[in-house]
C-alpha cells in the first residue's frame, strides 16, 4: 500500500512564503510522476505543478514566477516552494503521484491534503 503525506500548511499573510513537502511511502518500484494540485473552497481541483514522467515540469499560468517544485528522488519526496503568496492562493493543496507498483501496475494516489489558508 502506498501513501503520499503532505506537510507544512498553515496560515501566512499576503506576499508570505510556505513549503509543502510530500513523502511517499510503502512498497512500490518506482515513481513516475509527482506533482501537487490545489481546491479552494466552492472551486474545483487544478494542477499547480508537476514533474512529468518525462522530468520535465509543468505549472498553472497563475503560480508561474512565484511558485517552485522541486524534489529529492532519495527520499520519495516532492516540495513546493510558495513565495508571494495572494488571499487567492488559499486552497487545500494535495499531492499527487503516479507510482509503478512491484507487480508491474501502474497507480495513481492522492494525499489527504494540506490547507494553506493566506491572510492578513
Known amino acids: 500500500q502506498v501513501q503520499l503525506v503532505e506537510s507544512g500548511g498553515g496560515l501566512v499573510q499576503p506576499g508570505g512564503s510556505l513549503r509543502l513537502s510530500c513523502v511517499a511511502s510503502?512498497?512500490?518500484?518506482?515513481?513516475?510522476?509527482m506533482g501537487w494540485y490545489r481546491q479552494a473552497p466552492g472551486k474545483g481541483r487544478e494542477l499547480v505543478g508537476e514533474?512529468?514522467?518525462?522530468?520535465?515540469?509543468n505549472y498553472a499560468d497563475s503560480v508561474k514566477g512565484r511558485f517552485t517544485i522541486s524534489r529529492d528522488n532519495a527520499k520519495n519526496t516532492v516540495y513546493l516552494q510558495m513565495n508571494s503568496l495572494k488571499p487567492e492562493d488559499t486552497a487545500v493543496y494535495y499531492c499527487?503521484?503516479?507510482?509503478?507498483?512491484?507487480?508491474?501496475?501502474?497507480?495513481?494516489?492522492w494525499g489527504k491534503g494540506a490547507l494553506v489558508t493566506v491572510s492578513s
Open positions: 510503502g512498497s512500490f518500484f518506482s515513481i513516475n510522476s
Open positions: 499527487n503521484a503516479a507510482i509503478l507498483g512491484n507487480s508491474g501496475t501502474l497507480g495513481y494516489w
Open positions: 514533474f512529468t514522467s518525462g522530468g520535465s515540469t
